[in-house]
């Protein structure tokens, strides 16, 4: 990772399996990156998220799911609870990393990162709830933030806006 961020190709995660990966093997994709959690009144967008990654995936979309147990200890499972969840419930077939933080002093970069580049209601940077979305340009840049209310059908005009684009030379 460089000294100052520029894009969230910049950051690197860690799978569920435990693997690290840099975001940077995304490059020239359109990103959804969502913080998530199996026990919230949301975890339905799941499915909603799973239609669009497939209907989109072709054209250069990738969801990317975050776990998240920092609102109302509604991601409580270990890493292996949450695919079996995710694969049993939903059949997502999108990448899913390790359960992580998105506020306060541990919040991993990458959410620091996407919090600052799109801030919320009223330039708050704080993520209110489970099932925030952040989408991303194919460079990487921050383009929207959706709150958690936000249906993923909602944002089709934005992605497909997106993946209409042409990635601009780095």
Not at 26 to 37: D, E, I, S
Not at 54 to 78: D, H, I, K, M, T
Request: proline residues 8%; hydrophobic residues 40%; glycine residues 6%.
């Amino acid at each position: 990772m460089t000294d100052t961020p520029r894009s969230v190709f910049d950051f690197e995660a860690r799978t569920l399996q435990g693997e690290s990966v840099g975001l940077d093997c995304y490059r020239g994709k359109v990103l959804l990156l969502v913080n998530t959690a199996s026990n919230c009144g949301f975890t339905p967008q799941y499915r909603d998220l799973e239609e669009l990654y497939q209907r989109y995936r072709e054209r250069g979309l990738v969801v990317l799911a975050f776990p998240c147990n920092q609102f109302g200890q509604q991601e409580p499972g270990s890493a292996a609870d949450i695919a079996q969840f995710c694969s049993t419930r939903f059949a997502l077939s999108f990448p899913l990393f390790d359960k992580l933080d998105v506020n306060g002093p541990q919040a991993h970069p990458l959410f620091t990162f996407l919090k600052e580049a799109a801030p919320g209601i009223l330039g708050s940077t704080a993520i209110k709830w489970n099932f925030t979305k952040f989408l991303v340009d194919r460079n990487g840049k921050v383009q929207e933030r959706f709150a958690p209310i936000v249906p993923p059908n909602r944002m089709i005009p934005s992605i497909e806006r997106l993946l209409d684009e042409s990635p601009s030379a780095q």
